[in-house]
């Protein structure tokens, strides 16, 4: 009974409001249906639209026009970072206001003339279809349909080179990271239109050395990319800080695996394939893009772009040089590698953290090697500077020095008068370092009284990659998110460290220079059944820098990388190690291109942690380290003997 009497009050209640409402007029709303801003004085003209796929699946692509353009060539970017957005940086009326961001360019974009081109790929932002990550080849074990990202690029240029009446028809492809790796898949059964392009920093293979691992090592400082990439469409969900420092955030939680499901990650159909495949097997095998493109020669301009002090893909633009140069016939493949971090090339290169390169260097690549090669082949009429400007196979940044190289090949240490030279840098007693004048040897195993070095390595206080406490993972200076630069930051903080082995040379009366790719030789040991071994070769400056005080006995690194030691007999298959046993590692660390000058010293680290930007190794031998237990998580005594060495790319003057 009191519940039909409160029914039928609070109806009444509603007619009665009712009634009220409709003896007053409507207020006329004063939001337009559709509001069309006027561009009468923008330099520019916007179009959005959706170009069809063959699959029936549309993608969402903005073009922005010079307005008076004619015949002008195409610039693409493909994205899963929002292309609305990308060509929106600032309200403006400027064309090269609203591309003043990441990935566009705009001083390039707007001398040259260029109609810019931004497209979502499919499942991100305003495409259509299902998005997967750095998605593999249409017919491959791993992607079952007939699109991949081949096909993707092959159906957009066919559209563009029709549907753009301002155009000439050429479209050039162009990107950095995922948006660089997007150009090197356009290469396979490129679109007859395509007509160059340009990957920068791409991510090429995410085991052997780019986004996900380091030679077997986890990467679990892009666990928050994965969530805030994959698991909407639009990016709406976003990884939370726990901690002021992220060295605390990943040690409360033990694994990577741990965080990942506190996190939510096991929701994201990425995370689950990359715990499912820890080791080198047919799934990353499959997906390398410099074996994909090593199986047919390429037919189209290409110019790579790689950065010395590169904290995100420093495997990718080198991985792919070797695997497809040797099949250049025509001359059609290019390489640049400057003094930059991942992307630098898009801004200012005078320099990075307290180290200076005495010029822009970014603004140089931008206005004497990039432009004209766009020029060359996406004009119907190049200008003259363009058709004379010299544009080397490789043009590469010499760091110490600070001077530009244009070379025939890499690597190669000059034009010619040199040789490179596979060099020892022996690592002896007391922390001495030397360079041999023999040629280097491959390793044994030592009788027991042969010398070495030890030190403990504690899961529980593993290594810091750069001094605490570390900002969470991020691109904002103003927040003291430095993660960009973090390659150059001075290594004395772990020098210092009785779980850190250093071993210097004496003060250099010479220079030193070394081109291409260091290669750690170590003799080691370990207590435990399972260890991590990072190496670094270091570039000491003097006591004293009066130039630049804060210089004064700076530790830099040059090149440094880090080998999971289960991998030891093989990538595909993780084995335990003999405990106490000293065993031979060989891992290639990534290319440098370095004079060590007179007065400095060459410096080598060794550790067993590189936290949190890798995952601690237990050092008890798992199955799967994802899901490595608190109690597997034990200390080890590390050994390094003085067998071993790093062999250096040295740089000789032919007599």
């Known amino acids: 009974m009191k519940k039909t009497a409160l029914t039928l009050a609070l109806v009444a209640g509603v007619f009665s409001f009712q009634a009220t409402a409709q003896q007053y007029p409507a207020l006329p709303s004063e939001t337009p249906e559709e509001f069309k801003a006027p561009v009468d004085g923008f330099d520019y003209i916007k179009r959005t639209v959706m170009i069809p796929m063959r699959d029936g699946v549309k993608l969402n692509t903005v073009i922005v026009l010079p307005r008076k353009a004619q015949h ?14 990308m060509v929106n940086h600032n309200e403006s009326s400027q064309m090269e206001s609203i591309l003043a961001g990441y990935d566009n360019m705009p001083d ?23 998005y997967v990550m750095n998605r593999p080849m249409a017919g491959s074990p791993f992607n079952p349909t007939p699109v991949d990202h081949s096909t993707d690029a092959w159906d957009t240029i066919d559209w563009l080179s029709k549907n753009v009446p301002e155009s000439n028809g050429k479209v050039g492809i162009i990107g950095g990271s995922y948006d660089g790796f997007l150009p090197l898949i356009a290469l396979v059964n490129p679109h007859p239109a395509l007509k160059v392009a340009v990957p920068m920093n791409p991510m090429v293979d995410g085991w052997r050395g780019d986004d996900w691992f380091h030679h077997g090592a986890f990467r679990q400082i892009n666990l928050s990319y994965m969530l805030e990439q994959v698991v909407t469409r639009r990016n709406e969900a976003h990884w939370y800080a726990s901690h002021y420092d992220d060295y605390d955030t990943f040690m409360r939680a033990g694994s990577a695996g741990e965080l990942a499901r506190r996190r939510g990650l096991e929701q994201s159909g990425f995370w689950r394939k990359v715990a499912a495949h820890p080791a080198y097997d047919t799934f990353w095998q499959s997906q390398a893009v410099d074996k994909i ?15 010395l002090w590169d904290a995100e893909d420093i495997y990718g633009a080198i991985a792919v040089y070797k695997a497809i140069k040797p099949h250049d016939k025509d001359n059609k493949v290019f390489l640049v590698l400057g003094p930059w971090n991942h992307g630098g090339q898009d801004g200012d290169g005078s320099r990075l953290g307290p180290i200076r390169f005495n010029a822009d260097t970014g603004l140089q690549f931008r206005e004497q090697i990039l432009l004209p090669f766009l020029d060359r082949y996406l004009k119907d009429a190049p200008s003259p500077e363009a058709l004379a400007a010299k544009i080397a196979p490789v043009t590469a940044f010499e760091s110490g020095t600070n001077k530009w190289r244009e070379l025939a090949d890499w690597p190669r240490g000059c034009v010619s ?13 007391e922390g001495k370092a030397e360079l041999s004048a023999s040629a280097p040897v491959a390793l044994s195993r030592p009788a027991h009284r042969n010398a070495y070095d030890e030190y403990v390595s504690d899961p529980a206080k593993p290594v810091p990659y750069r001094q605490r406490p570390i900002a969470p993972y991020g691109y904002d200076e103003a927040k003291g998110q430095t993660w960009p630069r973090w390659l150059v930051d001075d290594q004395r903080e772990a020098s210092g460290r009785t779980d850190v082995l250093t071993y210097t040379t004496a003060v250099l009366t010479a220079p030193v220079k070394i081109s291409g790719e260091p290669v750690a030789h170590l003799l080691a040991s370990t207590s435990g059944t399972d260890a991590d071994w990072v190496v670094k070769v270091i570039d000491v400056y003097p006591d004293q820098v009066a130039s630049q005080p804060e210089l004064g006995g700076y530790q830099l690194m040059v090149s440094a990388d880090i080998f999971r030691g289960r991998y030891r007999e093989g990538w595909e ?83």
């Open 417 to 429: 008068g040199c040789t490179i030279t596979p060099t020892m840098l022996k690592l002896g007693a």
């Open 108 to 130: 390039v974009i707007v001398k040259g003339g260029y109609i810019r081109v931004v497209q979502d790929v499919r499942g991100k932002y305003g495409s259509e279809g299902d």
């Open 72 to 85: 002008a060539p195409m610039l693409l970017t493909r994205t899963p970072y929002n292309a609305a957005e």
């Open 573 to 655: 298959q993780a084995r335990p190690l003999a405990a106490n046993t000293p065993l031979v590692y060989r891992f290639g660390l990534p290319t440098a291109n370095h004079v060590f000058l007179p007065g400095h010293r060459i410096m080598v680290q060794i550790q067993s942690s590189w936290f949190p930007l890798y995952d601690r190794n237990p050092q008890t031998f798992v199955a799967n380290i994802f899901h490595a237990q608190p109690a597997d998580y034990r200390k080890a005594t590390q050994r390094i003997y003085h067998d071993s060495y790093v062999e250096l790319p040295l740089v000789r003057a032919v007599n």
């Open 293 to 307: 493109l090593a199986q047919q020669p390429v037919t189209v301009p290409t110019m790579l772009v790689h950065s």
